[in-house]
């Protein structure tokens, strides 16, 4: 299969609208970002514009809706407008927004995705990832019973399968075979409530927002006239009646099972937060968002766990493409502290390296006297090193340039590393490199095992006269 390449759009657009739990005017903008970036909101209110990733870690509440926080950092009911965005093929994408909430528009993601789509798709030049399911992962929530299972597939697909037990609305299943389908088939789904949960929003008044344009409503109970007086003031309606199909009325159903394409549309927006395009079939029982975020953050750590230990595969015997001649003329280290012997692949965006780690090194002598073992400090070094070619291959002149660290995160040892072995680094971007600044994951192996990993951020810096 041939590879595809990731998407952004073309230019940036703006939409407005009210958050439904907030009842707060809220103006959302879409912007166009480079390679590798990914989905962010950025919070365009607050102090310093700060931005929070589209990241299943992210997840702190699923009550109504999935929200994500980082550093106080709040987004509330992220699904719809990244299920648009996936919808779409899109891989990158800004969110400015001037409030925790997204508008919720009609209740469905079809508002995002005519605003995605006016300000056009456009690829970019690196390879889409996508992870591709080789066996059946998995999630069951044992005291609701909802489950997701994801299996092999030629393509992403999703069934929902949904069960309300009530008499108004039943069971009712919906599949998604194309996700290119995801405009015609799911978009237009709008979000629905129960009426019991509604008379429960308006006593914690958490419907401020509300419009009976916005939100299907199933009548489950009998509409008493306390609840009904209610209902005419949250929604500026003068009167509020039950259709023959049991919802309340100004509303009339796409499909006759829109609430389970809604629970569709909100599985892959929440599926969105494993970062990675899935190559795989959904199967989702009983879905919302607990289960669905829970599912997210476990496929999130199976994809983060087999890109980790993915070796690369290096052939000793074949000419390295740089040797330790052409390594120093970009690394201003020199022995004894120049860590790194080959480098094998290196591309604009990753670079594998090289370390024989033989008995005559210095550090030997003293780390330990009878059981020599590389210090942890200095394999996070080597890969840092490994990162500085792939950093500082970027400017024409490298000799004029010196690389400094600024950040080690998440850094994990996992064997020894002795005398004799063969150390292999693999480093990659994270993000773009941005004004001199490089953030990589990088990943050593030796002996067919991953030994130590990190994350690095570094800057170039250009050296003084």
């Not at 008379?199 to 006239?225: F, P, R, T």
């Not at 480098?343 to 330990?368: A, P």
Request: with cysteine; charged share 25%.
């Amino acid at each position: 299969m041939m590879s595809k390449k990731q998407k952004t759009i073309q230019k940036e657009i703006s939409l407005s609208g009210v958050g439904l739990h907030t009842g707060n005017e809220v103006t959302m903008t879409f912007k166009p970002t480079s390679e590798n970036h990914g989905f962010a909101f950025k919070r365009v209110d607050l102090e310093g514009s700060p931005t929070i990733e589209a990241r299943a870690e992210y997840v702190v509440n699923t009550q109504r809706g999935t929200n994500i926080e980082k550093n106080g950092v709040l987004i509330q009911t992220s699904e719809h407008v990244l299920a648009a965005a996936v919808g779409l093929g899109i891989d990158n994408l800004l969110i400015e927004i001037n409030a925790s909430e997204p508008p919720i528009m009609d209740g469905s993601s079809k508002f995002f995705v005519k605003a995605l789509e006016k300000a056009g798709i456009k690829e970019l030049n690196a390879d889409a990832e996508e992870y591709i399911v080789k066996e059946v992962i998995s999630y069951k929530d044992e005291i609701t019973g909802s489950e997701i299972i994801l299996m092999p597939s030629d393509e992403y697909q999703v069934t929902t399968m949904v069960d309300f037990g009530t008499k108004i609305l039943g069971t009712q299943n919906a599949t998604l075979n194309h996700i290119t389908d995801f405009k015609k088939e799911i978009a237009d789904a709008r979000t629905f409530s129960f009426l019991h949960e509604i008379e429960m929003l308006l006593e914690n008044d958490l419907i401020k927002g509300g419009d009976l344009n916005n939100a299907i409503v199933y009548v489950d109970k009998e509409l008493s006239e306390k609840t009904m007086q209610k209902l005419k003031k949250a929604f500026n309606k003068d009167d509020i009646k039950i259709k023959s199909n049991g919802i309340l009325d100004n509303l009339n159903l796409h499909w006759a099972n829109e609430a389970a394409r809604h629970k569709l549309l909100d599985v892959i927006g929440d599926l969105a937060l494993t970062g990675t395009k899935i190559r795989g079939k959904v199967i989702a029982n009983k879905p919302g968002h607990l289960v669905n975020t829970q599912f997210a953050k476990k496929l999130a750590k199976i994809i983060k766990l087999e890109k980790r230990n993915n070796i690369p595969q290096v052939d000793l015997n074949e000419a390295p493409l740089m040797d330790i001649q052409k390594i120093m003329e970009i690394l201003p280290h020199r022995p004894p502290f120049l860590l790194v012997d080959r480098i094998i692949e290196l591309s604009d965006k990753h670079v594998v390296g090289m370390k024989n780690v033989s008995m005559n090194e210095d550090f030997f002598i003293g780390h330990f006297p009878g059981a020599p073992v590389m210090p942890g400090v200095l394999q996070i070094e080597a890969m840092a090193q490994c990162g500085g070619i792939l950093v500082l291959s970027t400017v024409p002149d490298p000799e004029n340039y010196l690389t400094y660290f600024m950040k080690i995160d998440k850094v994990k040892f996992k064997q020894k590393v002795l005398p004799g072995d063969t150390l292999i680094f693999k480093s990659e971007l994270i993000t773009p490199i941005r004004r001199g600044i490089a953030h990589m994951q990088a990943y050593g192996y030796a002996n067919g095992k991953l030994v130590v990993e990190a994350e690095l951020m570094a800057k170039i810096s250009k050296r003084k006269e």
